[in-house]
Each structure stands twice: as C-alpha cells, then as structure tokens.
C-alpha cells in the first residue's frame, strides 16, 4: 500500500465539473467502477459528492495502466492527472461530472478491499445485511443525503433557538428511575450495589427544574431511551429537540415551534410549509379521522351513523350503541368495483385492530348491494347513503364497536384505502396541531388513572376542578404537532404548582413513597418558587424522515438497531465476562 504523501484533494469526485480544461488535479475517492476499452481503462471514482471518470491509455503509460486494470471496487485510490473535457458523443448526462474526465498521470493505490457482501447502492439486498455491514451501506448516495440533512436540521435548529434567546444545557444520561410510560433501561452502580441508574426516557423533570433555576429559555438536542416495541418509525434510542421556557402560555409554545419548523424544513431541504398550522382539538380529531395524528393531505373522513340506524334489527350496531360504541363508516369513492377478494382483505385489516368486521354497501350501474339489505327498508339505506354523500361507483364501509376500536380500526383503513388506492399526494406537507387532549385515561383492568402525557402536564384551567368532581372529563394543555399523520412531536405547559401537582399524584393513585422516591426532587424545587412554564419535545429523526421522504426512521439515523432492538454491526446487546457480573453483585437467572 502506498501513502497519501504528495497527494492532496483538489476537488470532490462530484465537484470536478468546475475545473478548467488542462488543469491539474488530484482526485481521490473509492472505486466504483473499473471498464476496459481495448487500451483504454475507465476507472469511475466516487466520494459523499458524486463520482468522476478516470481515463488511463496503455500506450501512455502501460506500467500505470496494468495497475489500474488490477483496481478492483471499493479500492481506495489517489489520482494525479489532468481535466480533459470530453467528446460530444462521450458526455454523460447522468453525471455532474459528465462533461470532464481526468487523464491520469499517477495512481496510488491507498487501500485495498475484500469483495463487499453486495454492492454499494443495492436496494434490492435485504436490511439485515446492509445494517450489519452499515460501514458500507452508508456508502450509499441516499444515505449520505439523509446524514447530510440531519446535520443541516440539526444546526438550523441550534442557530433558530440561539438567536432567540434559548441556551442549550446537557442533562444527565445516568438518573434515577421514574414513571414515565415505558420501560427504563437500566444501569447497575457499582459503587452501590443493588442499586440502578436509569437511561433518561426524556429529560423532563430536569428541564422543568432549569426553568425552576431561573434559566428561562433551555434547549437540547437530546438523546432519549426507552425499551418499548419497535416499529419504522420508532427506535430504542432517538433524539429529540427539547424546548423549555418560562412565564408563557400555550399560544406562546405552538408560534415559536411553527416558526422552528418552517426554518427548519426551508433552510435544511428547500419546503416551503404555510402559517399558521391548523389547530383541531382531540375530540374532532378522533370523530373525522379516527387518529390523534392524523394524515390530513386526503379524505376518507369518518362518518357517525349511530342515530340514523339506531332501532334496527341489526344485532351487531344494536349491540355495540347498547354498550355505549357507536356506528361509524367511510366512503371509499371510487371504490365500488373492488372485487369480492379484495373488500374482504379490508375486513381482515381491520380485525387486526381488534374490529369483529365491516358492513359494505356497494353502489355501482345503479344498483345498491350490501351486506346488510336484510336489515334496512330501501328507505333507510338511502339515508345511510345519504349520510356518506355516496354516489354511484362508490363503497362504503361500515364499522360497529366500543368507540376505541371503532376509531382504531376505521383510523388505520383510511390509511390503508389511501395507500392502495394512491391517494396520498407525493411532495405536499400538512403540518397541524391537536390540542385538548383528555388529562387522563381510565384503565379499567388496573382500576386506576394513567396520565395521557405524563403527569406532570396541566390540566386547562377551566377543567382544574374536575379532579375531584370527574377526572375523566378533564382536558389538558397538551400541545402535539403532526405532520403528514406522524407525531412529529408533543408537549404541554406544565403543572407549577406543589398543590396541583399533589393532587395529580393523588389522582394517579401514586402512593406516598412513590412520590418520594421518584418525585422529591421536583417537588422540593417547587416549594421555592416555580414559574409557569411549559415547552415542546420535537422528534429530530422522525422529522428529519419527514423531509428525505422515507418511511423508515433506520434510514436517518447512523447507527440504528433492527427490529428486536439488537444492532447488528457490533453484535449489541451482548454477554459479559463472569468477573464484571460480580462486581456488580448481579446473579444471572438465565
């Protein structure tokens, strides 16, 4: 192997278009390509910009072109040569360096490599070879645009909040374990045995102490981990882009984050996103879509029949209204000549969220079919129709539950509708914000309250006396941001008062020692005067997704874990040694 030595880069591969004909240039990059032409050899070079050509002839220099004949993909190479501007009928139009080639002078070969287990840009290879081999999948154009525009949101966020006002503050990674949703990850003290470290879920009580602190504005870009399930969009660890500040309301929250967002979108990827964002609150959001994150960019609104079929027959709508559910649908116009076979497989999606079933009515060429004629006059299923503003060629479905289920199952066959019918518009944004969430949910199972964001988010203040009158119907001041259906983050104002905050422990059925144990630092920073604050935690991957156009969160981020959390490239999480077990005082029960 020879040294970089005298070999310094004049250009990136894909910048090369910019040199003068006749210049000398040195280039250096991976080999992508090596063709022979008779006593031509065309090495293509490639680097995170783009690729250029190389041109060496043996009969210029046949020492020089036996080695390039040797050059094989992924070589690391060093090229000394000349720009040489390319014949008309030689330009290749699909290259930003089409135009030019280098003619080689000198080559040294930097590093060698093994024939890769796929080739770079493979689309076709299957997730699990490329993660355990990221090093190379990185290598990929897509991949590196996606890193690159991380980088960009990333600093276009420092600099927005920056000149704001806002300071960023690093919290903690090692902290004490406290209820937040999901499950900690974590850490066994050494120094103190039978004792833990959690990895921070988010550093929200923390950042609620900042502003106790009098710092006003905080933020940070901050990794978060939590030990859930995975899915595309979510991962064990992610990172958020964490706001705080103090003495504001909600409407204060929501116009500094909108801002944050459209410099984010217009100055890391050129999208230009309206102002202001849309509100609805959770109640609407849940009775049109279904969802509490929304798509919002098609149709296919849910539609509540319960009255007009309430009375009939029908012992499936009959039991689901008596139980407190409801009957609500969905026109997939256009719809109507779905065969048999794949209506059914509509029914079989949305049993996997718990619905028994569908009703379909199906008009098309005049006539109505439906699989609960039997059950309606003629009049009455012309109201149904009515009610859905269906039209010939249309199919309407119909689901009949608990209104959990209802929304759930409806919610995810609009998406899927719109999925196989392409109704989703490529390139549009619909960024809104969901607001009046209910302050707690009832777990029936357990007999208690579960805090719907956490506990530490207020109740709004019209709704604070329902604590104790009926904590069920209360709202908060929860604030979530969607865009194109995803949650592209959530926050609230919070809770600054001991009192109240008291007595949504006491609500939450958290016992005295509870408290204590995972609270007392909270609360004996409000004893000392806390302001009113409140903020936004925005998911960065999940945004940056957003914008590169992919479904899959792995996509964004360097170095992701697959499906079961484990991380192919390095083998995490792994076994250790005898010796560090004991140290820790932990005994193995598997």
Not at 166 to 182: M, Q, R
Request: with cysteine; net charge negative; glycine share 6%.
């Amino acid at each position: 192997m020879e040294n970089l030595g005298k070999y310094r880069r004049t250009f990136y591969c894909g910048e090369f278009g910019q040199a003068a004909a006749d210049a000398p240039v040195v280039a250096v990059g991976w080999v992508n390509r090596v063709r022979r032409l008779g006593q031509l050899v065309f090495v293509t070079l490639r680097d995170h910009t783009g690729l250029v050509q190389i041109a060496l002839d043996e009969a210029a220099n046949p020492a020089l072109f036996a080695k390039a004949e040797g050059l094989k993909s992924e070589y690391v190479v060093a090229v000394a040569g000349k720009i040489a501007l390319r014949r008309e009928k030689d330009i290749n139009p699909d290259m930003a360096t089409g135009k030019i080639e280098i003619i080689a002078e000198e080559l040294a070969i930097l590093s060698n490599s093994a024939l890769p287990p796929f080739q770079i840009g493979d689309d076709s290879v299957s997730e699990a070879l490329r993660l355990k081999h990221r090093y190379l999948d990185l290598r990929r154009d897509a991949l590196q645009y996606n890193l690159r525009l991380r980088h960009s949101v990333t600093m276009a966020t420092r600099n927005f909040l920056s000149n704001r006002g806002f300071i960023e503050v690093e919290t903690p990674i090692l902290t004490n374990s406290a209820p937040e949703g999901a499950r900690d990850y974590l850490v066994p003290s050494r120094a103190q045995p039978g004792k833990f470290y959690a990895l921070p879920q988010s550093p929200q009580v923390l950042k609620q102490i900042l502003m106790v602190s009098s710092i006003d504005k905080y933020f940070q870009i901050a990794k978060c981990l939590r030990d859930e399930d995975l899915r595309a969009d979510r991962q064990p660890e992610f990172t958020q882009i964490d706001i705080e500040q103090a003495f504001i309301d909600q409407d204060d929250v929501l116009a500094l984050t909108e801002d944050l967002i459209i410099e984010i979108f217009k100055n890391a990827a050129g999208i230009d996103l309206p102002k202001p964002f849309p509100r609805m609150s959770h109640a609407e959001a849940m009775s049109r879509f279904g969802s509490d994150k929304p798509d919002t960019r098609f149709g296919l609104e849910l539609v509540d029949i319960s009255g007009i079929v309430a009375g009939s027959e029908f012992a499936v709508f009959e039991n689901a209204l008596a139980a407190g559910g409801s009957v609500r649908g969905i026109n997939a116009a256009g719809c109507a000549t779905l065969s048999r076979k794949q209506i059914d497989s509509l029914v079989e999606h949305v049993k996997t969220y718990k619905a028994k079933g569908l009703a379909w009515i199906q008009l098309l060429g005049g006539e109505v079919k439906t699989t609960i004629s039997k059950f309606f006059s003629p009049e009455k299923l012309a109201e149904i129709v009515a009610a859905f503003d269906a039209k010939d060629g249309d199919l309407i479905l119909i689901c009949a539950d608990e209104n959990t289920t209802v929304f759930d199952a409806l919610g995810h066959l609009r998406l899927e509708i719109a999925r196989r019918q392409d109704l989703i518009p490529e390139g549009l944004y619909h960024p809104l914000w969901i607001l009046e969430f209910p302050l707690l949910i009832w777990d029936a199972e357990d007999g208690r309250y579960y805090a719907n964001h956490h506990p530490f988010t207020a109740p709004r203040d019209e709704d604070l006396h329902l604590l104790d009158a009926d904590p069920a119907a209360a709202r908060s001041k929860q604030h979530d941001l969607v865009i194109n259906g995803y949650e592209a983050g959530g926050g609230s104002i919070r809770i600054h008062r001991e009192d109240v905050q008291q007595k949504m422990f006491e609500v939450l059925s958290y016992s005295k020692e509870e408290i204590y144990a995972n609270f007392s630092h909270l609360m004996e920073a409000f004893r000392y005067g806390a302001p009113p604050h409140g903020g936004i935690a925005l998911g960065l991957d999940r945004l940056v997704m957003l914008m590169a156009k992919t479904a899959n969160i792995r996509d964004v981020i360097a170095f992701p874990k697959q499906q079961d959390g484990s991380c192919p490239l390095t083998g995490a999480p792994n076994t250790v040694f005898p010796q560090q077990l004991d140290e820790l005082k932990i005994k193995l029960l598997v």
